[in-house]
């Protein structure tokens, strides 16, 4: 018999002792059969899909493990650094000269803002504007040791422009100086205020700031190229949640 003739004579021979094995209960289940018991456990090999896990597909995050990275807050190590204190407004009387009493107020911080209302151009830039007029107001007041008081301070933006998004970049020229202080003779001194930027970065996670004061010197079309980032040279102010 030629070998082609044989090994089919064997291959009909197997089939019908493998009919035979396979006539009857599952006892007598073969070993190298696949366990089909569960259609739902998981492979060992398979990787872990749970839900509470980051897959392939997910953002990657800052090393805080929430803050996604390339966001404003996960471009900064520390807590946020910004002036903080409370001074509250209060009346002072001095006497100046001829007997004449006089009644002053002093000036005030103003709170920060909370995160932005929404996450828009407008929503941002509002939020900017609001920031910084405290910020301008605690660094002002917060470490101030001078015998004198502050009765005015300065904050009035002249002109705004947002560059970029994501995040979104907020430029403001600005006067951020004291107006007028009391001194203890009973005088009082009245500043002229000249005006210098600062600009913002932000997004969901936080707000990052950076002073510009060259740009009160230079033409608006100089603004954008010429500034300073605020997220490789400024600070991180605030953090969102």
Not at 9 to 36: F, Q, T
Not at 49 to 69: A, F
Not at 107 to 134: K, N
Request: net charge negative.
């Amino acid at each position: 018999m030629k070998r082609r003739s044989m090994l089919t004579a064997l291959g009909a021979v197997s089939g019908a002792l493998a009919g035979c094995l396979d006539d009857g209960s599952d006892d007598g289940r073969n070993g190298d059969e696949p366990d089909r018991s569960s259609d739902n456990e998981r492979n060992d090999d398979e990787p872990d899909q749970s839900s509470d896990e980051r897959n392939d597909n997910d953002e990657p995050t800052h090393s805080d493990g929430k803050t996604p990275t390339g966001s404003v807050r996960s471009e900064f190590d520390d807590e946020p650094n910004r002036p903080e204190c409370t001074r509250d407004s209060k009346r002072i009387e001095v006497e100046a000269e001829g007997g004449e009493t006089r009644e002053y107020e002093t000036a005030a911080t103003v709170p920060y803002p909370d995160a932005p209302a929404a996450y828009t151009t407008d929503g941002i830039v509002d939020f900017v504007d609001e920031f910084e007029h405290g910020y301008v107001t605690h660094d002002v007041l917060c470490d101030r040791r001078e015998p004198t008081h502050v009765l005015e301070i300065s904050y009035n933006v002249q002109e705004s422009e947002t560059w970029d998004e994501d995040p979104t970049v907020v430029f403001l020229l600005r006067t951020d100086a004291i107006g007028s202080m009391l001194h203890e003779d009973g005088s009082v001194s009245v500043a002229d205020v000249a005006p210098s930027g600062v600009v913002y970065a932000v997004d969901e996670s936080g707000a990052a700031r950076v002073e510009f004061d060259e740009a009160a010197t230079l033409d608006s079309d100089e603004w954008q190229s010429r500034a300073p980032d605020p997220l490789a040279d400024g600070d991180l102010v605030a953090t969102f949640e």
